[in-house]
Structure formats: C-alpha cells, structure tokens
C-alpha cells in the first residue's frame, strides 16, 4: 500500500480524530521556543540536538545514526502500527 508523502493540515486532523490511538504528530522543528508558542494541538516536539548529542548540544548533524533514531522514536509512543506524521513550521 502507497501513503502520500505529503499531506494537508486538514488530512492529519481527520486521522487525530478517527485513530488518536496510532496516529502521532511530530513538530520537528527544532525549535523548542517556537513549539510552545505555535505547534499542532497534540504534536510532540522531536529535540533532534538533544537526542543526538545530548542536553549540551549546540548544534546538530540532520540526524542521528538508526539505533539512536529508534530509540527517541519508540519513547515518543511510535511502534509498528503507528502513523507518523512529521513537520516544520519553517
């Protein structure tokens, strides 16, 4: 089965409303400041820095290696059946 890359504001509001269970939002913008000020109601911030380099981060690379990237994932409440759905405000 084909999923779209790329979904509308109004597509993830429809699954938060039918399957709140297995659906979570991700605001991975990194910003924690702009998060709290402007997020999707119900989104979970994704700290990419903090995961990859830990809480002295200044600066990251993209992303961290796999293992790494699947453990913050599954602590955020992702698993097999999940539906991810990942942002940027920017």
Known sequence: MSHPVYVSCAY???RMEKD???TVVIDASGDRTQYL???IP???FFD???IYMGDTCTSAPPLPDAETMHLAVCGMGVGRDTH???YDIK
């Open 12 to 14: 993830v509001h429809d």
């Open 42 to 44: 119900g989104s979970l």
């Open 84 to 86: 991810v759905y990942v």
């Open 20 to 22: 709140r269970e297995r």
């Open 48 to 50: 990419y820095a903090s």
């Open 37 to 39: 000020g402007c997020r």
